[in-house]
């Protein structure tokens, strides 16, 4: 750990009073610190209302009749008998007035509509039914007659890329021409490679399965329309949905104060929301569609999968001298983004002079993709981290020297342009030494079928600089409470905690003496969705900014009453003081045009990213795995993430988002993966708990360690914090194949690694062996 | 109707551009329409969700046992049976643990506590239970034995004053000192005066009886509390709460966003409110305590009646030399105010150098006065509107012309400080005139049973002022839709209709692209309770500073883009132009700043009223009614209330102010009175509908005119509205009572006028008349 770069805790002298979203926090009281979330109360005890548990008088249960096959067309629909059902008030079919909505909402892929006649994926909403209870609904799904032609379908972004393969859209199944990107000349660069190592990697696509499914309950009053919805953010949810049925934006509010987990599945609405909405129109009665664990599997969205290919070539000393990438893969039926972003790592984390890369997106009959916790990264990092190992073995270089030998402080995917502040270097070497990096290393290998491996990763992340717009209005009340109230979701992360330590910072209040209002449309101000590690950066300087404000405001009625300039006033613990002269001092309540007022509001807002600089966060991980070498078992035993995500604003939320990203990483590296049958049905096989594993608590190392790497950026924003909930989960999968090689001497290229590919790969190194 | 004094609609050319919170608005094109309310289809629809429409999940309800008697001691009190019926969940007597807590939370009277081991009146709270439906709870209080030792009781304020009477408290039943007001000497008035009359006048108790009953419902989150309460001041709610529990404002967040009416009777918590909150701790259980109808006449509180004595004393020329006055009356049990204000009317609505004024009040065993729609007002102006008539026909003056001669243009209660704008003049010459006064007193006597009579009356209001505090957000987003955010109750009087109207005016948005969020601690700014006649002269200044400090910002921001000067831009319809060159023009979706903000918010705080002025609102009010002096019943044909209340903010809720204090006049005047049983048991013989008698459609008269009177007040506040709320049911009675005198020559000093009592009146005229 760099002492050096702690600049938190050291008291500074003579700090100016900053001006409003200038200058920078160097001593923080209550920021920083590793206080316990605001409402873990109520989360912890289940008094939480989640959207989830929003109950309304007279509220009836929607459900959704979907599409059981890969592809398919409806020719016919008769929801005759499920009209007449007991407790059904109302039957949403394709010809149901109203219901022909255009989606989807925010891709750029294929036209489709709410309930379209041609199902592309396994499913796919065909109809949906409002009744009195959740199992009279589904009843009456069962007796709505469906006639499908079931069509062949194709599951594989390879396959479907073949000539004759079923398509998915008439246009046909390539999404478009693959996009690129070239910097200098990878065949020069090749040329000056000492050593040149080159590997095709396979990903799986992943599953978004947040602890509350996904949904909402919908109230009309009129024409205003009201949603409860599970989302990351209520801004999106209100302008989609006021578009899709064309209505003005204050006509809809959405409130989401607790959202169990989105992880980027919950940024935008869902067919739900819309199905949701129209029951609840046509049965003039609430309506919650909240989706079963089965439907969130199917189609609330997934991480894309898909192959890569990775040349790397380096100089005797480690220099990189090209990198050359190219990806397949596909975001589902409908969307076009698929292998996006998954050669950013390989663009901009490590200094190096030619690049190329390439990326294919396919279609194919499967639920669409949606971000999930980094788009692209941790596919890209899985070949990246890993090719860098393999070039230090051909270098006979430790993995760790030679990505310090690759460090750069400008961002050269976008043009050379200097970073704020990079910590990366800190993250490698800080994190190492913390680690223990050397001595493990140096272990010399176990004997037994039982043997130990260390392995690391690096990281930046393409955003996480936050920006505007974000403004946010902090309300000081005569005595001495605050209201805080700003637009942004907390998704479980700790958002209302993190912002409420800021204006506990700034006025000097006390945690539990600061209301919180927040993600509800009809009561907050604009702010973006709650995704891209972007919250924190984004959020927290129009909060300071507002309690700056607020405090501004305070000290000038003080200083009428006081006599006395506002530049030699205090605001601390509810007390306004000169520090010229202590006997100057007035409670805040005694201020009198405040005891007039009784209420002094501060507005912020976020003031934009620097020009011509980047602002990114960077990370190191490091972990030990042990390999069961006669069963293929791999256990991670311990895990360390060192990361520089800028100031640490909330020091128990930042390590449950270190902690939590690397259990998120572990089930890519080592257990979860969508499987389709793809030889005939092209239906999903594994879609619950049960089969698709996310990890336990017994798959998680006890050994987590969170190492913050605090470096003093002055540039980023106000308040000196960067995004850290996707970077968390980018290197984590790589450094665990890592540490697997590392263990065992095999390098497995698909993720997960499981135990029988494991297996298959250590039988296939005995033989090389032998 | 003087067309001089209509500025509003008149086109003003070239107005500078209003500075925040200084000038005024001249001319608008909003602001006094007769527009719907902004909610009036949620009200009309039963869309809008009233505290006694929540149901939260698992709640419980509430009930209270209450004293059937009088007087009475509580001698034992067994819940143990109680405690054990099915469904109850909690039940809460004066032993258990917190329920010790002091009341009355507001009047300064004799201490109390929640249960009261001596009980009052009758439907003082002794137990209470919660129980999982309404039912189960009253069957518990059936089952919760109470032993009382009944005590006599005193129901009467003059009786209770008599040596001997029974105590109401150990002190004694007198309520200190008399309170006295004297200028000048009346006694020399007295002697200047030609003519002189004098009268006994009695009022009766009236009963707080609002369409939705009082109560709340209470939820608990930890040590967090949330009330749903039909209140007239969700902040009044909050920190009486918070006081009695001793719990920080935090933690205590009060929601009222609609009420059924309140009239006075909501400003404060009941004990319902604690009761709520005590059985929800309890219970750990939502619990919704609302009273019945029954119970809101025994405990919510009744406007004070009594007796009044008034001497007056004028000149030949109708000049008044003196006003003499004495009432005596009650606040109930408890609240020592009774007689208060009863003569505020007399102290300062007409020019009279010698006034003497002395209030007595006595504790008695009934319930406790509560604020009714014009405290004391509407008592005194019954007294002095019937003896200035008295004093004309003495005199053989129009009542008209009597009261014009007595015009004032300062407030002599005050120390003559001057009125910062009187129309009292216009509200009766202008009310006369279109009234049709002089005709209809010019018409021959009726010569049959049935006869008919003009009579007119005339008030000022205490108050009607409004002022700080008061803070308003408006916030402008990226769609041109408005979020306008007040604490402010609407208690049915269109708050929320006026307040949107003025940001509608400020900044050229519909009415329906504007969302209110209101009434709700956890997410608005503090505001004083609505009530008083003060809500619109309190709020309007405050909503209209944020409409143009949102305005200001846009303009400045719009100027940055026009490359112009601020002051020659203008914001019309979503559109800013320049005013100098039409080529400049930028819809606000365009500006750029904007564009990065999508949010901008107005902060409005409303300025002290003017030093050294009085603000207050008058009217006078005009009736005709029709006698049948065989059956003594007393029919309005017809009312004209034209009321000076400043500038008539919104033209529709304007005149259903006045229409409803019409009604509830009527009500004073003609049948309300509460009777308890004197001479035996001290108890209420008239607790419902049936008996205690307000007016229905058909004795109310479908001929009601408004008149507004629009003064311009370019010095009470930046809108230049006076409260309306209260003036206009001051006078209405006493109007009636002379317009019975004119028809039929007969003073009826005793309100109500009912049959009865009118049929003795005229046999004894009769008799006189033989």
Known sequence: MNEANYYSRDPVPE??????????????????????????????????VYPSDVNLPDMLYGAVL?????????????????????????????ASPGADIPWQPESEGPASVLFDSVCRFEGEAVAAVAAATPYQAHDALRAIEVVYDVQPAVSNPLTALEPGAPKVHPEGNSVGE??????????????????????????????????????????????????WESTQGVYNVQSQTARALDLPLSHVRVIGHYVGGGFGSKLAIGKYTLIAALLAKKSARPVKVFLSREETFLCVGNRPGGTMRLKAGARRDGTLTALDFEALGSGGAYSPYGTGLFDWQIRDLYHC??????????????????????????????????????????????????RLKNLTTVSQARGDIPYTSTGFKECLEDGAKAFGWAAARARPPAKGAIVRGVGLGGCTWVAGAGGPPSTAIVKYFADGSVNLNLGASDIGTGTKTVMAMGVAEELGVPLERIQIEHADTGTTEFATASGGSKTVPTESPAVRAAALDCKEQLLAMAADDLETAIGELKLEEGEVFSTHDPSKRLAVGEISQFQRRRTVIGVGYRGPNPEGKAVCPFAAQFCEVEVNKLTGEVRVLRFLGAHDSGRVMSRLTYDNQVYGGIVMGIGFGLTERRVLDEKQTGKMVNKNWHDYKIPTALDVPADMVSLPIEIQDLECNTTGAKGLGEPVTIPT??????????????????APINPTRLLELLAAQDERRA
């Open 15 to 48: 700090t100016p009073e900053p001006k409003q979203g200038q200058d920078h926090w160097v001593e923080t009281r209550v920021v920083g610190q590793p206080l316990p979330r605001v409402d873990a109360y109520q989360r912890l005890s289940g008094a939480a």
């Open 66 to 94: 979907r599409c059981p096959h890969a592809h398919a067309r409806v020719q016919s629909l008769d929801a005759t008998a499920a009209e007449k059902m007991p407790g059904v008030r109302a039957v949403l079919t394709a």
């Open 178 to 227: 693959p996009s690129t990107y070239e910097r200098g000349d990878v065949n020069t660069g090749f040329d000056a490679a000492d050593v040149v190592v080159e590997e095709t990697f396979e990903v799986p696509f992943l599953l978004h399965t947040p602890l509350e499914t996904h949904g909402c309950v919908a109230r009309w009053e009129g024409d205003k329309l009201t949603i």
């Open 353 to 402: 002079p030619n690049v190329r890369t390439k990326g294919q997106s396919a279609y194919i009959h499967a639920g669409e993709e949606s971000p999930m916790r980094a788009p692209g990264h941790p596919q890209g990092s899985w070949a990246l981290e890993q090719i860098l190992d393999g070039l230090a073995e051909k270098l006979g270089m430790d993995p760790l020297e030679l």
């Open 733 to 750: 999968a790589a450094a665990i194949a890592n540490a697997v090689y590392h263990a065992t001497g095999v390098r497995v290229t698909e």
